[in-house]
């Protein structure tokens, strides 16, 4: 739990701590982003620690109102951050989703054309296509073209058992489940049962000869983009591995399978054609 905590930090820190927002060329120790970096780094300090209460992290959260009076009237993104980070910890480590819609109702009010706000908004409408992605649902189709330029649909494998596979190369969890993946298969292929990859990666080189080396022979959707992938922003993909299991109609009758659930629920999809 204690990992699960501090991974949901981290995945916010490195967005915002990435080299694209330039924090390492800024040597100015008050300005916002060194002193939100320096912040962030001691609660993730503490996290490792396993102080995870907001009475363990008071210091700290009165340090983000501290940041935010320091910086009271800078309508920038990097104020911004500050107090969309104070939301994070309230959602997804304190667990206070009161406080938390209070931030974020906040954030929206004081800094709506901030990039903080706009990612939230877009996590908003992906979780929106996700919630119309039931089991249950057709999956909405597309019309593409693999990695090596063939065509590429749901309606090209129509009376077949499809998985739509999310993944990229560099993600550990979709590697980690990968001989799952494979093992299904083998052994179910013979038998009517297809895989899509869209993957995430931004390499093509690296992607082919990762697909060449682990012998994955099922067809690959490709642009280079990352998260900004195409598919992935059809179909509200914000974290990976995500999976959608078709029936040989296109409707969905399962979701992020892992394991043997991936196995059970092919067999018995391919018994019920």
């Known amino acids: 739990m204690k990992d699960k905590l501090l991974s949901a930090v981290l995945a916010v820190a490195a967005l ?23 912040l962030v780094a001691k609660v993730n300090t503490k996290l490792q620690q ?22 009271k009237g800078e309508k920038t993104d990097d104020v911004a951050r500050i107090l969309y980070m104070k939301a994070m910890l309230y959602e997804q480590v304190l667990k206070n989703s009161e406080k938390a819609k209070d931030l974020t109702a906040q954030l929206k009010r004081d800094f709506p054309d901030s990039k903080p706000v706009a990612m939230m908004r877009a996590q908003e409408e992906a979780e929106a296509v996700r919630v119309k992605l039931a089991e249950g649902s057709r999956f909405p189709d597309f019309d593409e073209k693999d990695v090596v330029g063939k065509p590429l649909s749901v309606a090209n494998y129509k009376g077949k058992v499809v998985l739509i596979d999310f993944w990229a190369t560099w993600c550990g969890p979709c590697v ?4 799952n993946v494979i093992k299904t298969y083998e052994a ?18 690296k992607l082919t000869s990762f ?37 040989g109609e296109g409707k969905i009758i399962g979701k992020d399978l892992r ?8 067999t018995k999809a391919l018994a019920a054609k």
């Open 16 to 38: 915002f701590f990435a080299g694209q927002c330039g924090f390492a060329a800024d040597t100015d120790t008050n300005s916002a982003p060194t002193e939100l970096k320096s």
């Open 50 to 71: 396993g102080q995870k209460s907001e009475t363990e992290l008071a210091p700290e959260l009165k340090e983000f109102d501290d940041l935010l009076t320091e910086h």
């Open 176 to 179: 980690g489940e990968l001989p």
């Open 188 to 205: 179910n292929h013979s038998h009517g049962f297809e895989i899509i990859g869209i993957s995430l990666d931004q390499s093509k080189s």
């Open 211 to 247: 697909l060449e080396e682990k012998h994955m022979t099922w067809q690959q959707f490709f642009d280079g983009q990352g998260w900004q992938n195409k598919l992935a922003v059809k179909y509200g993909v914000q974290s990976i591995p995500a999976t959608y299991l078709l029936d």
């Open 259 to 266: 394991g043997e659930d991936l196995a059970g629920a092919v």
